[in-house]
């Protein structure tokens, strides 16, 4: 009997991880750890526990503990971002171009503003060529958190155009991540790991069960693509979208499904927070906060976070329903849009993880950090408080009816 409540107990903890709602209040809580430690008299075990140095070096897998935060935990991630994309371009939104036009045109303003507002902000100051991509990013798991707290009772278009939204604009990030910030490549190890993954997919093809076939082949490609000189999350994405999506006849769960009812609540519940937890661990005295205030490149990554996601997403979504390339999903207002909006500046996971690349070594690296956090926390109030008004609007005016952009 206490083993049956135990197993229920594990169960029903795991399916309390995978709503979005919890898996966003552990991260707000690892970051907030994070900030407690770096700025406490513990601070000295927080950096040399991050420091510390694990694995085998004859395998040049010897990194320091927030490296495989990193490079490790994080690949966990994108297996779920890989799979959520799949998923998508074969049997969800991105599958019928009319109804993905608006959201597709969106990411894409909510990536190029972005970028393009950082670089003007900094201009000039030292630093400045590597802030563009910073807020680019939106992070998926923050904003569907956001938007689950703040305004479940909103039509559920909202959130597939948020979900579609980020996983273009994730799209956008891996090939920043894979062009930008990968190093000098060394060509066998990479070809190895191509070749890992498409043994995973022959797995896949010849529906042979799993799991231990599939995970050996995951950890083998993402050791090589480690040593090649890519960035070793990229072998997440590779392994989800390797991953069949579509079911066969009288099968009742797909691999996919499978996985990612596997990687979901670990993603969420471990790997993403641990990430925040040594990515996010930065001095905020008062001469740091000083040094935030009046770094250019710092305040050009928070520009692009709060005001350039809401002029990218809502002026390139608005433009394409102007030219009627897309239109706005049925029961949204604009209004609605714009809240969503705002909310994509929570840049956060990703974002944080490009810092972390672009600004490696960097003395501007704990400022940026600072940027990414101050500017994801604007967004994420201001569009909590937009939310909640348009959801106080619907409430009060039931035949509240979508108006033109």
Same mark, same amino acid.
């Given at each position: 009997?206490?083993?049956?409540?135990?197993?229920?107990?594990?169960?029903?903890?795991?399916?309390?991880?995978?709503?979005?709602?919890?898996?966003?209040?552990?991260?707000?809580?690892?970051?907030?750890?994070?900030?407690?430690?770096?700025?406490?008299?513990?601070?000295?075990?927080? &950096?040399?526990?991050?420091?510390?140095?694990?694995?085998?070096?004859?395998? &040049?897998?010897?990194?320091?503990?927030?490296?495989?935060?990193?490079?490790?935990? $994080?690949?966990?991630?994108?297996?779920?971002?890989?799979?959520?994309?799949?998923?998508?371009?074969?049997?969800?939104?991105?599958?019928?171009?009319?109804?993905?036009?608006?959201?597709?045109?969106?990411?894409?303003?909510?990536?190029?503003?972005?970028?393009?507002?950082?670089?003007?902000?900094?201009?000039?100051?030292? *630093?400045?060529?590597?802030?563009?991509?910073?807020?680019?990013?939106?992070?998926?798991?923050?904003?569907?958190? /956001?938007?689950?707290?703040?305004?479940?009772?909103?039509?559920?278009?909202?959130?597939?155009?948020?979900? +579609?939204?980020?996983?273009?604009?994730?799209?956008? %990030?891996?090939?920043?991540?894979?062009?930008?910030?990968?190093?000098?490549?060394?060509?066998?190890?990479?070809?190895?790991?191509?070749?890992?993954?498409?043994?995973?997919?022959?797995?896949?093809?010849?529906?042979?069960?799993?799991?231990?076939?599939?995970?050996?082949?995951?950890?083998?490609?993402?050791?090589?693509?480690?040593?090649?000189?890519? @960035?070793?999350?990229?072998?997440?994405?590779?392994?989800?979208?390797?991953?069949?999506?579509?079911?066969?006849?009288?099968?009742? @769960?797909?691999?996919?499904?499978?996985?990612? @009812?596997?990687?979901?609540?670990?993603?969420?519940?471990?790997?993403?927070?641990?990430?925040?937890?040594?990515?996010?661990?930065?001095?905020?005295?008062?001469?740091?906060?000083?040094?935030?205030?009046?770094?250019?490149?710092?305040?050009?990554?928070?520009?692009?976070?709060?005001?350039?996601? +809401?002029?990218?997403?809502? *002026? %390139?979504? +608005?433009?394409?329903?102007?030219?009627?390339?897309?239109?706005?999903? #049925?029961?949204?207002?604009?209004?609605?849009?714009?809240?969503?909006?705002?909310?994509?500046?929570?840049?956060?996971?990703?974002?944080?993880?490009?810092?972390?690349?672009?600004?490696?070594?960097?003395?501007?690296? #704990?400022?940026?950090?600072?940027?990414?956090? /101050?500017?994801?926390?604007?967004?994420?109030?201001?569009? %909590?408080? $937009?939310?909640?008004?348009?959801?106080?609007?619907?409430?009060?005016?039931?035949? +509240?009816?979508?108006?033109?952009?």
């Amino acid at each position: 009997m206490p083993v049956n409540r135990a197993r229920g107990a594990a169960s029903e903890a795991v399916r309390f991880l995978r709503t979005e709602q919890v898996g966003g209040l552990i991260l707000l809580a690892a970051t907030a750890a994070a900030l407690i430690l770096s700025n406490s008299p513990f601070s000295g075990a927080y &950096h040399r526990l991050s420091d510390a140095t694990i694995g085998p070096a004859a395998l &040049h897998l010897d990194l320091t503990v927030r490296q495989w935060a990193t490079d490790g935990l $994080l690949t966990v991630f994108f297996v779920v971002v890989g799979v959520e994309l799949k998923r998508e371009i074969l049997l969800g939104e991105l599958r019928d171009p009319r109804r993905a036009a608006l959201p597709i045109a969106a990411a894409l303003g909510g990536m190029v503003v972005p970028a393009a507002i950082a670089l003007l902000v900094a201009a000039g100051a030292p *630093g400045a060529a590597d802030a563009w991509a910073v807020p680019v990013a939106t992070d998926i798991a923050f904003a569907l958190a /956001v938007l689950a707290l703040a305004a479940r009772s909103l039509p559920a278009g909202l959130r597939v155009f948020l979900l +579609t939204l980020a996983i273009v604009d994730d799209i956008g %990030a891996i090939v920043l991540i894979a062009v930008v910030f990968s190093g000098h490549i060394a060509v066998l190890p990479l070809l190895g790991s191509l070749g890992a993954i498409a043994g995973y997919a022959l797995l896949q093809r010849l529906r042979v069960p799993g799991p231990w076939p599939y995970l050996a082949l995951g950890v083998l490609a993402w050791a090589l693509l480690h040593a090649s000189g890519v @960035h070793a999350t990229l072998a997440g994405v590779a392994v989800g979208l390797a991953t069949r999506v579509r079911p066969d006849p009288g099968e009742r @769960h797909t691999p996919a499904q499978r996985l990612e @009812h596997a990687a979901q609540p670990v993603s969420a519940g471990f790997c993403v927070p641990a990430f925040a937890f040594f990515a996010a661990g930065v001095p905020l005295s008062a001469a740091a906060l000083r040094a935030f205030a009046t770094d250019r490149v710092a305040l050009a990554v928070v520009a692009g976070l709060v005001v350039g996601k +809401t002029l990218g997403v809502f *002026g %390139a979504a +608005t433009l394409a329903a102007a030219t009627g390339l897309g239109r706005l999903p #049925d029961g949204l207002a604009w209004r609605d849009l714009l809240a969503v909006s705002v909310l994509t500046g929570c840049g956060f996971t990703v974002s944080l993880l490009i810092t972390d690349l672009a600004f490696e070594g960097s003395a501007q690296a #704990d400022r940026v950090t600072i940027a990414v956090l /101050v500017g994801s926390l604007i967004a994420s109030l201001l569009s %909590a408080m $937009l939310l909640r008004r348009q959801v106080r609007s619907r409430l009060s005016d039931p035949e +509240t009816s979508p108006s033109s952009p």
